[in-house]
């Protein structure tokens, strides 16, 4: 059985975070990685990662550092949809093939009731259906009475549902090259090829079993579903301290806690876990890591900052700040008494702006999304759910209320007068000050 991953897509709600899911670092390993860990647990060990031309190289590189698998790489030149990757890998597809969404996180079991499904050899096809109350925007799926596929509803509007079955993209077809002949014959407009063909099978009486699965699942398409992400990895994996990293006697560490190599905690730092802290980090004074906080390579958190449940990723420096449920790209500068505020007057939810519409993140507690290398400056405010694109920068005492787009630079324009200085002082009252303060200071203290 060959597992594909379909990495050539293009995901445009992730903005001001630009790099692929797939390819984003948690606990030290690339998405792809843990998802490559995940299928091996199960079983499994051929691969094939469709690519785009962008990040190609990545996966190379990636493929080059797992074991006991066999990778193989092909390139999806344009970001087409799912059924223009599995047309374009067809001589590929031989016997079983999985083909998984590797922005979707979810268990080894998830793997395992496929595999064990389709030991019965009950159906040509399986997928995974997972039962949900809220609305999801993805595909629906309307079953029988012997969970057999009727009808996949792409993205229907929210009221319309046709079902509470969402689709996890984990689909097992033991006859790929059926698959790509419906593919080939399917006419629509819209970005559903691949769902269209599954459809047309369906009601031709091709047997599409659909499998209930009721362990975590989280799809990455918001950049605050991070979060869940950061959650599921860490509560999963064994915590661990390097033994090249420096820890101060007065520091405390705390709970589940990741520490990466070379990494310092200073004087007086706290890190109440669950945390992650990646290699080269430093941890400055008085600093507080807390809440499922994961910091990652060569970032230095300085003296008194504040990190609550944020996702800051490589390279960042900041330093008496508060970051609070924030997500931060690489190479980010914040400036001396920065504040990411995270909460509503009205404690209701926060919402984000995508594109032009208005997404409530169903989260009541949301700050910042900063893209790569953003600065701030001194004492500046970033209110509850704003967007700041990659390359830019708020100005010192700004309080920024809207977002901010991609190499944009947002300063307050304060108008300053010079006058003469009308303010004489009153040298009597601080000699009385001074002698006062004195008096205070020669108080003997009480004997016992």
Known sequence: MKVIFLC???????????EDKFLMNFLGKTLLQHQIVAAKQAGLKQFLVIGNPANMRQIEQIAGTVSGAKIEVALQKQPLGIADALVGVASLLDGDVLVVNPNDIFATSAYASLIKEVKKKSAASYMLGYQTRAYFPGGYLVINSEKELRHIVEKPKPGQEPSDLVNILAHLHTDPKRLLEYIKKVKTTKDDVYECALDSMAKDGHKIKVISYTDFWVPIKYPWHIFDAVKYLIDISQPIISASAYISEKATIGGKVFIGDNVKVLENAVIRGPAYIGPGSII????LVRDYSHIGADCVIGYSTEIKSSYIDDGCWMHSSYIGDSIIGKGCSFGAGTVLANFRFDEQNISVMVGSEAIDTGLDKLGAIIGDNCKTGINSSVMPGIKIGPNSIVGSHVCLTKDLGPEKMILTEPHYRTQPNPVKLDEAKRKE????????????????
Request: proline letters at 6%; aromatic letters at 4%; zero cysteines.
């Open 284 to 287: 400055g004074n008085n600093v």
């Open 8 to 18: 050539g897509g293009i995901g445009k709600r992730m903005f001001p975070i630009t």
């Open 433 to 448: 000050l001074k002698e006062k303060l004195e008096r205070l200071g020669n108080i003997e203290p009480e004997n016992d």
